[in-house]
């Protein structure tokens, strides 16, 4: 189906684990971002990447990795998680007239 | 970058209108988009607005003053499916053309 998903839509880890979250977008769109949102501090940026293999930090990048072989796909990579990075996760995509449009999320739970 | 500020909470009555104010710093202004979002749910795009007035759309409408750093977005003849938090975002061309959203405004919608 046309869009943008990501998987898992529910993750649950425990501290030190290696946890990629997965972003799939099928309208070819350039601009991908990664955003973590949690109560009191809005959507804040994490990553971004104007184009396969590129890729620039955003706002709070520190903790995660990101990486852009493929212009449909944007992984990203918690290294070592924390349990400060219990969060809700989304991916966005950027259409026409810098539009961006977000996937359904992803919720993640570090123990 | 850019600060951008909405009240947190309003509630309103069906059938009534309210009015969701956001104030952002001007420096590299670019366009400001609004965005909703239900709980449990990702944003959607509701608008775009990079010259100054009023743009007007059935029910909701969306005003830019560049010069004062203001933007609100109308909702008249409210439904109870309009709760919902209501995300500002502020796109910064000192920054790539990147946004950066607001704390959001959770608008409950009363019978």
């Known amino acids: 189906d046309a869009g943008i998903t990501q998987s898992p839509r529910y993750k649950i880890t425990e501290t030190g684990r290696q946890v990629t979250l997965m972003c799939h977008q099928t309208w070819s769109h350039s601009y991908m971002f990664w955003y973590r949102q949690d109560l009191g501090h809005g959507l804040r940026l994490i990553y971004y990447?104007?184009?396969?293999?590129?890729?620039d930090k955003g706002e709070v990048p520190d903790g995660y990795v990101v990486s852009r072989s493929k212009t449909e796909n944007f992984p990203l990579t918690l290294e070592s998680a924390t349990r400060s990075q219990t969060s809700v996760y989304f991916c966005?995509?950027?259409?026409?007239?810098?539009?961006?449009?977000f996937g359904p999320g992803t919720r993640l739970l570090v123990l | 970058g850019q600060n951008i500020d909405q009240p947190t909470e309003m509630t309103a009555t069906e059938g009534a209108i309210v009015q969701i104010n956001c104030t952002y710093q001007?420096?590299?202004?670019?366009?400001l988009f609004w965005y909703q979002q239900h709980a449990g749910e990702a944003p959607t795009f509701l608008s775009y607005?990079?010259?100054?007035g009023l743009e007007e759309k059935g029910r909701f409408s969306s005003f830019l003053s560049r010069s004062k750093g203001y933007s609100y977005r109308l909702l008249k003849e409210l439904q109870m499916k309009d709760s919902a938090s209501y995300l500002c975002?502020?796109?910064?061309?000192?920054?790539?053309?990147?946004?950066?959203f607001g704390g959001g405004t959770r608008l409950m919608v009363k019978p």
């Open positions: 966005a995509s950027m259409g026409a007239e810098e539009t961006q449009y």
């Open positions: 975002a502020g796109m910064n061309n000192n920054a790539g053309n990147m946004l950066t």
């Open positions: 607005n990079v010259l100054d």
């Open positions: 990447s104007a184009a396969a293999d590129i890729t």
């Open positions: 001007t420096s590299g202004f670019n366009g």
